[in-house]
């Protein structure tokens, strides 16, 4: 079964800003990183948190708690070509495990 | 090279044939993944192979799934005696590790589709 859950599909609107939640198990967990991967397309990095906190990097923040188990990818300023499709994904050990991926949607 | 270069990108082969699938990751990089990818669902891990360390062939689904790293970089997962639910993409991805903070680097993926 999945150790990480994020909701499958999310719609938004143009210049609005979409927040992705991912839960995860615990065991052995290092760190969570979030990863966009466009329709036909390989998934590319797009951020990493490897202690509780928020990282931004441009329009793409993401943050992490390790005591709720929970991290969230905030997506601000939303433009067509944010729709795809994003990953969290929980390094434990030397292994990233993937969630079942959220599919975003961008309308005008 | 720059990338994570995977071939070939597509590939299309009968039930009960066998397969291979090369990824050419990026030059330095001693770590590689291969991933596998059924449409519209999530990344399943299948092998990991870090230097010259034994690979972590946990995530392999069955023993018709091999791959083997020479010299460091090129990586050939075989798939044997092909199946119908084999048909996946199946993605490659290099690191820097263990500097994690870079993330992984996927190749473009080769389409495997067993009829």
Redesign the interface.
Known sequence: GQSLEQPSEVTAVEGAIVQINCTYQTSGFYGLSWYQQHDGGAPTFLSYNGLDGLEETGRFSSFLSRSDSYGYLLLQELQMKDSASYFCARIAGNMLTFGGGTRLMVKP | GAGVSQSPSNKVTEKGKDVELRCDPISGHT?L?W?RQSLG?????LI?F?GNSAP?KSGLPSDRFSAERTGGSVSTLTIQRTQQEDSAVY?C?SSQ??D??????????TRLTVV
């Open positions: 770590a993944y991933y669902q999530g990344l399943e891990f990991y870090q972590d993605l991805a590790s263990p994690r903070n870079y993330g992984y680097t996927f190749g473009s993926g």
